[in-house]
């Protein structure tokens, strides 16, 4: 990859309509940011592909909580994949763990199998990896061409020293983001500090509500939603340094 790369967390169209217009290079779609991002509706779905022209990546994640997923789960996620190919997405964000802390090979192998030729990244399930160099080949030897990545930390910034190794031994067979925490403000010394090539970031705001009638006694059920916010964008976009 000759350049660098900014993708963006947008969680409704809206949000992936800023993220293009703030210059991103790609738009990962989920629904939840809140609950670090679940499987976004078909018709999100649907809408956002009829109305960006950068690169479209779907969550799918059914559920929050951990990423231990039975067999109905995995069924759901297999057709979730399967609706975003159908619907001429270009990739998918997955990721399966098993109870031991390791990447489900065999489950993953199935939903790598139904993205068919859509890109695959495993997203940030690895950070909770037993061993984070083992799940990297594990996730190299499935065919992902991505793994999202605060390098077993909160933020990229506090796990870059792990994310550089991971970039080490990647060394071209996969791409390693870094992403969590990621801002217009830090992101030049994380690139420096990981040698990474594309990052993540949701780039948001709360919105406030616009609603007028006001229940003071539900308060937590009036507030804004959460939108990737294009200056926000253009910030990071600017801040990428050169490769």
């Known amino acids: ?17 800023a993220a293009q217009e703030g210059g991103a290079g790609r738009v990962e779609l989920c629904a939840a940011l809140e609950a ?8 999100t779905i649907a809408m956002a592909r009829e109305r960006l022209r950068i690169p479209l990546y779907v969550l799918v994640r059914p559920r929050a909580g951990d990423f231990l997923y039975d067999d109905l789960e995995c069924e759901a996620m297999r057709r979730d994949i399967e609706t975003c190919a159908a619907l001429g997405c270009d990739g998918v964000v997955l990721g399966v763990l098993d109870a031991d802390g390791g990447v489900d090979v065999a489950r993953c192998r199935v939903l790598v199998g ?7 990244t495993f997203h940030r399930a690895f950070d909770l990896a037993r061993d984070p160099r083992r799940a990297l080949e594990d ?4 065919g992902c061409e991505r793994v999202l990545t605060s390098g077993g930390q909160p933020g990229a910034q506090e796990g870059a020293a792990l994310i550089r190794e991971l970039v080490e031994q990647a060394a071209g067979r996969i791409v390693v983001m870094p992403g969590a925490g990621v801002t217009a403000d830090n992101l030049a010394t994380l ?12 780039a948001k705001r709360q919105i406030s509500s616009g609603m007028h009638y006001r229940l003071s006694r539900l308060a937590d059920m009036q507030g804004g939603e959460l939108r990737s916010d294009v200056e926000q964008v253009r910030a990071l976009v600017r801040a990428l340094p050169s490769p």
């Open 36 to 43: 670090g991002g679940l499987t976004p509706s078909h018709a």
């Open 114 to 120: 139904a993205a068919g030729r859509m890109g695959v």
């Open 1 to 17: 990859m000759s350049g660098r790369l900014l993708e963006v967390a947008a969680n409704s169209v809206a949000s992936a309509l």
């Open 139 to 142: 996730v190299i030897a499935l």
């Open 191 to 202: 690139a420096a500090a990981t040698g990474a090539r594309e990052f993540h970031a949701s």
